[in-house]
């Protein structure tokens, strides 16, 4: 059998910087260096599932919640691999509630995607229902068939996903019902959403695939006592000095409960160039160009990341065409007091230093809902769940999701930042100016901030006058 471009992608995972220095370097010389990324085209189907959570699971504030939610999510990651691998399905990315796995076929027909999507919605049911009742609400599929670029990043177990047939079925999972698959049907532009729940599991499989998913439910009764039992060392108060003065601290490798602002930028327009290049006349050539300009801005976005001002930054996975990072208070000044001037700073920076004429941004910024009380405010609960030899980082809290919600509310547009009513409400007098309500959401937006903008505000004579000085300095906060 013929190894596809992206099985070799996919096998490169799960290797330190060291064995794949080594295994690059034993077929292409000892004076040869990796590149930090590799891609090829792929071509299949793009499936997401969503777990829908309990609120109070999902934002932990404490680490008895923040152990219930690891568990629960590892459980639900562990499961949901053992489902898709019996239809030849890989994960390419698990984002914490939200799993994105890739079938590869040079066919599309439609009726592969149902099947995988139907076993992993009712095997999930039945199984988180048994593991945790309370925790449980819900789970939803989405899915697209068509060409891909993937991007896999040295140091992320992680493969980047850019084209259309990878981004639609993100964008439609939050409106899929529970138990119901939202897919494209084959061969054609239109959408439909099926209900899976409740039937015959091996409805539509052949007699051999019942009889795989049989044995393998049988195995997941027996795995779940194991999965109950699972326990996390969550490391908690880690957002001042120790947080900022330990080098080398990675917060992923043991599971850490921190207080920041979770920050998500969308580079606008960059699925649609994808989507052109795989119908231009030379298909490969413009991919290329397109991959390597990403490739560039990844850089782009990490340097900056390593030099914001003095705040610290904890980078996360890119997701498709989005840079996802949390931004921490400055050393001795709490969630609260930043919450006054922060996320505005953190707008007029990245826009500052990442727009241009080629590059357009949307950046969804969320902090808290203020529901828990102020010591806990900001809390983000950042994590690996390993799957076999591949490690996933995620994060989970209120700011996570409504990031998320900022960054796609309806009428905003490339150069805006957007935040939560429950943020905006927080800005002092200079940092909310320049923001107004996004018409039938709960969403303020601010177009095309800038540091010199908010300088001006203050040189005006607005009440508040001051903003705080920003110097670059590097700092790397462990290998995150």
């Known amino acids: 059998m013929k190894i596809t471009n992206f099985e070799k992608l996919a096998a490169r995972r799960g290797r330190s910087r060291e064995q794949y220095l080594e295994e690059f370097q034993r077929v292409h010389g000892r004076d040869r260096t990796p590149p930090e990324y590799d891609s090829t085209t792929m071509k299949g189907w793009h499936l997401y599932i969503n777990v829908k959570i309990v609120p109070k699971f999902w934002a932990p504030r ?3 919640s923040s152990q219930r939610s690891l568990r629960f999510i590892n459980a639900y990651a562990q499961i949901a691999q053992r489902v898709a691998k019996q239809f030849g399905a890989q994960v390419l990315e698990v984002q914490g509630k939200r799993i994105h796995f890739f079938l590869e076929k040079e066919i599309e027909d439609d009726t592969q995607i149902i099947a995988l999507a139907d076993a992993l919605i009712n095997v999930l049911y039945k199984s988180l229902k048994t593991f945790d009742a309370e925790v449980f609400r819900g789970l939803a599929a989405a899915a697209d068939f068509g060409p891909t670029v993937g ?36 061969l054609s532009n239109k959408w439909r959403e099926i209900e899976l729940l409740d039937r015959s599991i091996g409805g539509g499989y052949s007699s051999s695939q019942q009889d795989i998913i049989g044995g393998l439910m049988a195995e997941i009764e027996q795995a779940i006592p194991g999965y109950q039992a699972a326990s996390f060392e ?33 580079l606008d327009g960059f699925t649609a160039q994808i989507a052109d290049a795989f119908d231009a006349d030379n298909p490969d050539e413009t991919i290329a160009t397109l991959v390597t300009s990403f490739k560039e801005t990844t850089n782009d976005v990490d340097r900056l990341l390593r030099n914001f001002g ?7 996975n890119w997701a498709g065409d989005c840079a996802n990072f949390i931004v921490l208070p400055e050393l001795n000044e709490d969630f609260q007091d930043s919450r006054t001037y922060l996320p505005t700073i953190v707008g007029a920076q990245w826009h500052d230093e990442m727009s241009d004429d080629d590059r357009k941004w949307v950046l969804g910024i969320a902090g808290d809902d203020d529901a828990n009380g102020a010591s806990t405010d900001g809390t983000i609960l950042l994590a690996t769940i390993q799957l076999g030899s591949l490690k996933f980082r995620i994060s989970a809290g209120w700011s996570v999701g409504n990031s998320l919600k900022a960054q796609e509310a309806a009428g905003s547009r490339n150069g805006d930042t957007v935040l939560h009513e429950k943020d905006h409400k927080h800005l002092n007098d200079v940092h909310c100016k320049g923001f107004t309500r996004l018409a039938g959401t709960e969403f303020y937006c601010a177009h095309k901030l800038s540091m010199a903008g908010i300088q001006a505000v203050c040189a005006a004579g607005a009440s508040y006058t001051s903003t705080p000085e920003f110097s670059p300095k590097p700092y790397s906060l462990g290998d995150s």
Do not use: W
């Not at 259309?164 to 939202?182: D, E, F, V, W, Y």
């Not at 080098?247 to 998500?264: M, S, V, W």
């Not at 705040?311 to 996360?316: G, K, P, Y």
């Open 62 to 64: 404490d680490e008895q």
């Open 151 to 186: 991007v896999n990043t040295i140091g992320s177990d992680s493969i980047i996903s850019l084209g259309p047939a990878a981004c639609s079925p993100a964008k439609r999972l939050n409106s899929t019902r529970s138990g119901h698959l939202m897919h494209r049907i084959a």
């Open 234 to 266: 969550i490391r908690t108060n880690v957002a001042g000095s120790f947080y900022y003065e330990s080098k080398g601290f990675n917060p992923f490798e043991q599971a850490t409960l921190i207080q920041g602002f979770f920050a998500r930028a969308d």
């Open 310 to 316: 003095s705040n610290r930054v904890v980078q996360l």
